[in-house]
């Protein structure tokens, strides 16, 4: 099953609290404007130990390791939303969206089941 993550959606609250089961996919959106975006940064977790997931500098490119799950929407129309196909426990925790160093969207995803 395919979460598609609005904050009217029964599946994130307005904190951006996101509970998933194991195993699901979830898409978390984070649209830029203008769609002409020249950084966009997806990091998992907090600092100090953040993980870069997805960097428009770095070839736009999905890190190797995390290819076969994870990936970005990327049309033309601004839309980097972050899709992360089936949820392990690892997956849990924060993820934000940057354009330019300005925060766009944080989530907290929780994994159940």
Known sequence: MIHLLYATTAFADEFGNVRVYHRDDVILPCHVT?????????????KPT?????DIYLNGLIYKNLRHRFSIQDDAAGDYSLIILNIQPSDAGRYR???????????VIYVTG
């Open 34 to 46: 203008p769609t002409t975006a020249t950084n966009v940064t997806w990091l998992h977790k907090e």
């Open 50 to 54: 953040s993980s870069l997931i997805y």
């Open 97 to 107: 969206c940057f354009n330019q160093q300005q925060l766009l969207q944080t989530y």
